[in-house]
């Protein structure tokens, strides 16, 4: 590794060239603004990424037209880009991605985060491994922010130094993001999900006020594993409690096991050579293979809706796309094959300014994350329900019971409609 001044790194970019950067908290914001310095005067120069974290120079209008920002997952910070045609959104499961950047995507760069090199010579690529492993294989050029504050993480994170081609130098704190305030929908909803959870599950959950509220709904159950996508400051007291242990997972006994991690700067100094925490590649974490091997597996997910049928968006509000499928027809599918296992989509009945979220049918254009045939438990602050099995009719019947009490005679007048027509 050469390391060298943050105006020295993209001498050789080129029009027409495809880039890879980490995400998350590993976001490398420094690079990306000398990338967006670097583009203007240049044409069809690919940025292809996860989810990104904190500040997005790159997607600058005045370098729109020289830099096509490629994303998998759309955050709140490249959700108007998107929607304004300035970026674009790829879908695929994030199980897909390291092959889809192996077998179709001709890496020149790839831009990364890592800690400084150990007296071994091996560097951390921190809380995000994400498909970062298949674009440091693949790229021509490997860049790195090498940074003190970055934890070093045990699992896959670890990779020699000479496999980065430049370093560069930075000494910042991670972006973080604080677990939201947890209010009462959502501690009835919570309730209802840890009445579905056995002891000695292991759990799939995302960011964010239900996961974090199941959490902590959690604090009687016993011998509690995690194999998730993404793990965030929730697990930490449970880890800490002893009630995740891990103990019971037929693969990665003991582990809490994810490919990326989100949360405040406490949390990531929990995971610094914490030798209980292993962060693998996305197509390890995701891997419905892998996934439906371990017994009571449980995967929580959200929906921006679900339909009176079952079918699930969480990617888009009609055309308008929020964020994209991420891993959640990965864990659904995984867990509802598991040996007692089960997939739990949890929301609220209703919007922040009421809104109903149990729908009769999906926004026109919306995206169907989740297809009725997969679904199994859906739960709101109104009790929960298990499609699987269940016909239409009586499909209809169950979520209008989910609903909010002031939506649910509309949604019965179009159920009566519906099969009486």
Same mark, same amino acid.
């Given at each position: 590794?050469?390391?060298? #001044? ?11 060239m495809?880039?890879?950067?980490? $995400? ?11 990338? &967006?310095?670097r ?13 990104? +974290? ?28 998107v ?25 020149d ?5 890592v ?8 560097v ?26 970055v934890? %070093?993480? &045990?699992?896959?994170? +670890? ?17 973080t ?17 840890a ?5 000695? #599950? ?6 964010? #006020? ?52 989100l ?14 925490i292993?962060?693998?590649?996305v ?8 996934? %439906? ?33 991420? $891993? ?9 094959? #598991?040996? +007692? ?5 949890a ?17 026109? $254009? ?11 438990f ?7 329900v ?22 649910? +005679? ?6 009566r ?5």
């Open positions: 590794m050469k390391m060298v #001044a943050l105006d020295d790194v993209f001498q050789d970019l080129k029009s027409g495809a880039l890879y950067v980490q $995400g998350i908290a590993m976001t490398p914001t420094p690079l990306l603004e000398a990338l &967006r310095d583009c203007r005067g240049l044409s069809q120069v690919e940025l292809y990424h996860m989810h990104l +974290e904190g500040p997005v120079p790159h997607l600058d209008p005045q370098v729109s037209g020289s830099l096509k920002d490629i994303s998998w997952f759309v955050g709140k910070n490249t959700r108007e880009a929607n304004a045609g300035r970026a674009e959104h790829l879908p695929l499961f994030l199980s897909d991605i390291p092959a889809f950047i192996e077998q179709r995507i001709q890496l760069y790839a831009l990364i985060h800690s400084p090199p150990d007296r071994y010579g091996f951390s690529l921190g809380t995000s491994v994400e498909a970062a492993l298949s674009a440091i294989k693949r790229a021509r050029t490997v860049v790195a922010l090498v940074n003190p504050h934890p %070093r993480t &045990r699992g896959a994170a +670890e990779i020699p130094a000479s496999a980065i081609t430049l370093g560069v130098w930075h000494d910042a704190p991670l972006h993001v604080e677990a939201p305030a947890i209010d009462a929908v959502m501690s009835q909803i919570a309730a209802h999900v009445s579905l959870i056995p002891d000695k #599950a292991t759990l799939q959950l995302g960011i964010g #006020a239900i996961p974090n509220a199941v959490l902590a709904a959690l604090t009687h159950h016993r011998d509690l594993g995690i194999h998730s996508e993404m793990i965030s400051d929730g697990i930490q007291p449970l880890i800490e409690a002893g009630v995740i242990t891990g103990q019971y997972k037929a693969l990665d006994a003991g582990l809490v096991v994810a490919t990326f991690a949360g405040s700067a406490r949390f990531y100094e929990f995971l610094d050579d914490n030798p209980a292993s962060l693998r590649s197509d390890y974490t995701n891997d419905t293979a892998v996934i %439906r091997r371990q017994p009571r597996m449980i995967s929580i997910n959200s929906a921006i809706e679900v339909d009176l049928t079952g079918q699930v968006a969480a990617e888009s509000v009609g055309t308008r796309i929020i964020s994209g499928v991420g $891993g959640q027809m990965d864990f659904v599918r995984g867990a509802s094959l #598991a040996p +007692e296992g089960a997939s739990i989509i929301l609220p009945s209703r919007t922040p300014d009421g809104r109903p979220r149990i729908v009769p049918t999906l926004h026109p $254009g919306a995206a169907v994350t989740t297809t009725r045939n997969h679904v199994q859906v739960v709101t602050e109104y009790g929960s298990n499609l699987h099995g269940l016909s239409l009719r009586e499909r209809v019947q169950a979520l209008i019971h989910l609903a909010h009490p002031e939506d649910r +005679e509309a949604l019965a007048r179009y159920a409609q519906l099969w009486t027509g």
